[in-house]
């Protein structure tokens, strides 16, 4: 079944990060720490998605410290997504509202820690940890795209698709394509390449459409690609929020058509990727030391993505039923909401 996956075109280099090793112990000590990996059996398969080796691919330039950093962002966004995609919780938007208004609360600066004998959703706990560690140096306009960026996955993953799932809404491929780069929280991983880098890029750069043109590309196809290699799995548990299964329902295409249709419109964008790529940096020549490495960034997150999605067992298609039971691994401590 895996060889039907057609090629997905990548022209960038395969690298990986030299403190691979290191920093997965670091997210074994940091998920024990913030209770967002507990159960023996979400122990298991937490260690088999290896986030180490996939942030190593995505940030291969991070030093040690920067990528503990987007390491635990990685762990904190798949584990409260799994909550939200696998689980009861994903077709129940009233019931994850508190905990978004929380952690909305750490986002605002209104909530700056946990108070003595406080329980909180573990996830609360470790946002409010990241929070702390990823806002205090940098710029303003920053931290307030970072957090619309966060709070807009937040919001869109718990009201447009609960809401979709709770109705039975099948949604455009156009309106899919729009919000995936948000259900996905790719802007928060391309928001963090700047804190990985060093660089600080001003407000003008991403105002650029040329700019916006690149990120929105390569958002595009880091989220395609994680449909078409999530599509097993995710006909599993009856999702269908995956481009490959809409262009099937909208479009009448067998299996293989969609995925081979899906593929060839990640070429597309990777093209048109490169291409406001060597336009933006003709045009700002004299910003080249912020942008090449901001632009290599993206470059790292479309390999590194395809790279890690071919290898890991959570999107092996050989073995799909370790979803048909989610509750074996989701954790109800992680959003602090039984899934029954």
């Given at each position: 079944m895996e060889n039907e996956l057609p090629d997905i075109y990548c022209p960038f280099p395969q690298r990986t990060n030299p403190y691979v090793a290191?920093?997965?112990?670091?997210?074994?000590?940091?998920?024990?720490?913030?209770?967002?990996?507990?159960?023996d059996s979400a122990r298991e398969r937490f260690e088999q998605a290896d986030f180490g080796a996939f942030v190593g691919m995505v940030y291969p330039t991070a030093d040690s410290d920067n990528l503990d950093l987007v390491a635990d962002w990685f762990v904190w966004l798949f584990l409260v997504d799994d909550q939200l995609d696998d689980g009861h919780l994903g077709r129940s938007p009233?019931?994850?509202?508190?905990?978004?208004?929380q952690m909305?609360?750490?986002?605002?600066?209104?909530?700056?820690?946990?108070?003595?004998?406080?329980?909180?959703?573990?996830?609360?706990?470790?946002?409010?940890?990241?929070?702390?560690?990823?806002?205090?140096?940098?710029?303003?306009?920053?931290?307030?795209?970072?957090?619309?960026?966060?709070?807009?996955?937040?919001?869109?993953?718990?009201t447009w698709e609960a809401g979709n799932r709770a109705a039975?809404?099948?949604?455009?491929?156009?309106?899919?394509?729009?919000?995936?780069?948000?259900?996905?929280?790719?802007?928060?991983?391309?928001?963090?390449?700047e804190i990985v880098a060093g660089i600080e890029a001003p407000q003008s750069i991403h105002n650029d459409p040329r700019f916006i043109t690149a990120l929105e590309a390569s958002c595009n196809v880091v989220c395609w690609a994680n449909d078409v290699y999530s599509y097993e799995k995710e006909q599993v548990l009856g999702e269908i929020h995956n481009l490959v299964h809409l262009v099937r329902h909208h479009r009448g295409y067998g299996k293989q058509q969609a995925l081979e249709h899906v593929c060839a419109e990640i070429a597309t964008e990777t093209e048109r990727f490169l291409t406001a790529e060597a336009e933006l940096l003709a045009a700002y020549p004299q910003l080249a030391r912020m942008l090449e490495p901001y632009l290599d960034g993206m470059r790292s997150w479309m390999r590194g993505n395809l790279d890690w999605s071919r290898q890991t067992p959570r999107y092996n298609p050989a073995d799909v039923s370790q979803y048909k039971e989610p509750e074996q691994y989701l954790e109800a401590r992680v959003l602090g909401v039984a899934q029954d």
């Open positions: 290191h920093v997965r112990g670091h997210l074994d000590t940091w998920t024990r720490n913030t209770g967002l990996v507990h159960r009233d019931r994850v509202r508190d905990v978004v208004a909305q609360a750490v986002v605002d600066g209104t909530r700056t820690g946990v108070l003595e004998n406080e329980e909180l959703p573990a996830a609360v706990v470790a946002l409010i940890d990241l929070w702390h560690r990823t806002t205090p140096t940098t710029a303003v306009h920053w931290r307030r795209r970072f957090a619309w960026h966060l709070m807009t996955y937040l919001t869109t993953a718990t039975d809404i099948v949604p455009s491929e156009a309106l899919y394509i729009e919000k995936r780069r948000h259900t996905g929280a790719i802007h928060v991983c391309m928001d963090l390449i």
